[in-house]
């Protein structure tokens, strides 16, 4: 389940995006303030934006200046644009349009903000590890993925696959991946250092987040996994290297001759 | 003017100092989905008419993008088709006879039926009207779509058919490079899987981005390569389609003589008619630079009477007209031109440049300077700033020897001069059934 912010100040639009969303959880904006103030607080995966939420300002500019705080974050217009403006939304970085017409149509709508929600860091930790860990277990990661920033631990974790903790525990030990308490601060961890790379938010911010109480606590989870100190965390090599960090310490089940092959 | 935000103007919605439209295009990846079909406005974004047309290109593609993530039994049939009705409403607003609406209420129609063969070709189609029309961006966004419809569909053939347009399109935006790669994998994948139609249509690309490379002869290699294939294959219509190749590639090198004889070689084991017109036309022209009108003009009047397609159609009516122009019938060059004239609006853009240029040199010719300088004009409008194209390159050398008052630059030989193939084959020409080219 990830959180949806939406700045959609007609009803029906509400009542459209509402219906389209489930399992997401939705927070509603009432300005492009409060909007931006939400997402710096809030774990949104995934924002929702009326072009004409609010009178004299040009919706794709505000979104132009919401990509460049929170570059990571998708950010899908809504609304009647014309031509120019979808040419300017594309040049703003909206990563897609629900148009009004369309928008009574659950089944698309949920399509866009699934596809939307699918640019988090799923895909990039999928890329490393596809190919050398079993089916169940990327499932595992999958939903322990899409839940961190719903500050989900270890007991919900076996409950959601319908185990119990020990067992969930010996599962990880056969696929050859970190115990699950580790695993989830690995998770943390990195969706930590993806969000660090949108300058619209701070470590304290980011800390808050992910359930830690304070910036130095979720300072503490990067050292213990990432290791380094004072190292700069706003980079796409920090990233990088903690993925491929991640991924050594995930030995995999598969055979590396069957990964070869 | 204190407090006065110089970012909108009166309406308080629409920027006045843009400060989207100069920054730089995002990649396919990183834009939404069918968000490349607007690069087509880079420049020209505040142009109404324009952007209501990228739009609905926008739109008509959507629905094929939900095909491509989820296939064509992945997509719920009620969403699907409430998607293309409320496209298709959005169509209504333009005119009712607009190319563009029929070419994208075509594509609808072939989307909703759900047929992966039909809906690829539907989406070719529209790529092929947009390259025609200059839209560049969009014939490519059409194209990649049909592509990964193609392969998801597991559609070799098709798959072969739209990596040769993207070759195509590359070329007609002047990217040689990316043209002569994607022209390289189009030769290869249509090997790979036995389509040789394919494969002597992927040479002709590749010989095309040789050419623009200033290497004729590498290209004339290629083709004569794909010709001995063609020939170990003892399959007519693909010597046929070889042969087409070549003559093309002569007609584009000015070899007159060599159009005529690859021409007429072609010409009667061509399956398709659409082929065979256009070899009638490259005939047309090099028939008259010949000298040899008589043939040059059955040529053009084979095509206009018998083709459907209205782009060959006004591209035989000028080459007609030119023909009259430089033989001094100064009734049979106005009416002629009148028709042609008259033919012009349905056909794509690059079809009324290039018919523009003829019905400017046939001006010329006859004298008739303010409406030859018109006509060119209107070709270099109708070209746009992509693109060096050889319409463009033969338009701005007649418009500079108009400008300069030199004699008109008739490429007309006489006819004593021609080659005794070249005869032979004109009075064949002569006699040619009607029948050749069919209508279809």
Redesign the interface.
């Known amino acids: 389940m990830a959180i949806i912010a939406a700045l959609l100040p007609n009803s029906t639009d509400r009542e459209y995006l509402n219906a389209a969303v489930p399992p997401h959880q939705v927070l509603w904006a009432d300005s492009w303030r409060e909007l931006l103030r939400m997402v710096r607080r809030q774990p949104a995966g995934v924002v929702v934006i009326d072009l004409h939420a609010e009178t004299r300002k040009d919706g794709a500019l505000r979104v132009f200046r919401f990509t460049q705080r929170y570059p990571l974050t998708p950010v899908i217009a809504w609304g009647d644009a014309d031509g120019r403006e979808l040419f300017r939304l594309g040049k703003a970085g909206a990563i897609d349009v629900i148009f009004s017409r369309n928008a009574d149509d659950p089944m698309l709508v949920r399509e866009i903000l699934e596809l939307a929600h699918g640019r988090g860091l799923w895909p990039l930790i999928e890329a490393q590890l596809r190919s050398r860990i079993d089916g169940d277990a990327l499932d595992v990661l999958r939903y322990a993925t899409d839940h961190i920033a719903d500050q989900i631990q270890v007991p919900e974790l076996a409950v959601s696959f319908d185990v119990s903790i020990s067992t969930l525990e010996r599962r990880c030990e056969r696929w050859r991946l970190p115990t699950p308490g580790r695993l989830l601060l690995w998770l943390r961890v990195l969706h930590g250092l993806r969000w660090l790379m949108e300058p619209g938010r701070s470590v304290e911010s980011v800390g808050h987040q992910l359930g830690y109480s304070s910036g130095a606590a979720f300072r503490r989870a990067i050292k213990a996994t990432i290791g380094g100190r004072g190292n700069p965390m706003r980079s796409t090599e920090v990233l990088e290297r903690a993925l491929t960090q991640f991924a050594g310490e995930c030995g995999g089940s598969i055979p590396i001759s069957q990964v070869m092959a | 003017m204190w407090g006065i935000n110089p ?2 103007t009166g309406d ?4 006045r100092y ?4 100069p ?4 990649n396919r990846e ?4 069918g ?1 490349s079909v ?1 690069r087509d ?1 880079e420049g020209i ?2 142009d ?1 008419d ?6 609905l290109r ?2 008509a593609l959507r629905p094929a993008y ?1 095909l491509v ?2 296939g064509f039994g992945g997509v ?1 049939a ?2 699907f088709d ?2 293309i009705d ?1 496209v298709r409403e ?1 169509l209504g607003q333009l005119p009712s006879r607009d190319q563009e609406r029929s070419a994208l209420a075509a594509l609808l129609n072939e989307l909703r039926s759900r047929e992966p063969q039909q809906s690829i070709v539907a989406l070719l189609a529209v790529s092929e009207f947009c390259e025609a029309n200059g839209q560049f961006a969009a014939a490519e966004e059409y194209a990649r779509v049909s592509l990964d419809l193609a392969r998801r569909s597991r559609e070799f053939q098709l798959s072969n058919t739209a990596t040769r347009s993207l070759a195509r399109i590359a070329l007609a935006a002047g990217s040689l490079e990316l043209a002569g790669q994607r022209a390289q994998e189009a030769c290869d994948h249509a090997l790979a899987t036995d389509d040789r139609g394919e494969w002597i249509r992927s040479i002709g690309e590749l010989a095309a981005t040789y050419r623009g490379t200033g290497d004729p002869s590498l290209a004339r290699d290629a083709l004569l390569q794909a010709l001995k294939r063609a020939r170990e294959w003892g399959n007519d219509a693909l010597i046929g389609l070889a042969f087409a190749q070549l003559c093309r590639h002569s007609a584009e090198s000015g070899q007159a003589e060599a159009v005529v004889e690859y021409g007429w070689s072609s010409l009667r084991v061509l399956e398709r008619n659409e082929d065979r017109a256009q070899v009638l036309t490259l005939m047309g022209a090099a028939l008259n630079s010949l000298g040899l009108t008589r043939a040059a003009d059955r040529c053009y009047s084979l095509v206009t009477m018998r083709a459907n397609s209205p782009a060959l159609r006004v591209v035989g009516l000028a080459g007609g007209t030119l023909i009259a122009a430089e033989v001094g019938d100064r009734d049979r060059y106005r009416e002629r031109r009148t028709a042609t004239m008259r033919e012009l609006g349905p056909a794509h853009r690059a079809a009324r440049a290039a018919a523009h240029l003829e019905l400017g040199r046939a001006a010329f010719v006859v004298g008739d300077h303010d409406t030859a300088r018109e006509h060119l004009r209107e070709t270099l409008a109708l070209l746009g700033p992509h693109g060096a194209t050889p319409t463009r390159v033969r338009a701005e050398e007649v418009l500079r020897a108009l400008e300069q008052r030199t004699a008109p630059l008739s490429t007309q030989r006489s006819s004593d001069a021609a080659p005794d193939q070249a005869r032979r084959i004109a009075a064949e020409l002569e006699h040619l059934a009607d029948s050749l080219v069919i209508a279809e």
């Open positions: 970012d909108f308080g919605m629409t920027a843009d400060r989207l439209a920054l730089e295009s995002p990183h834009a939404f989905p968000w607007f406005l974004e505040r109404a324009a952007g209501r047309r990228a739009r926008f739109l939900r993530a989820r719920p009620d969403s409430r998607q409320r959005e």
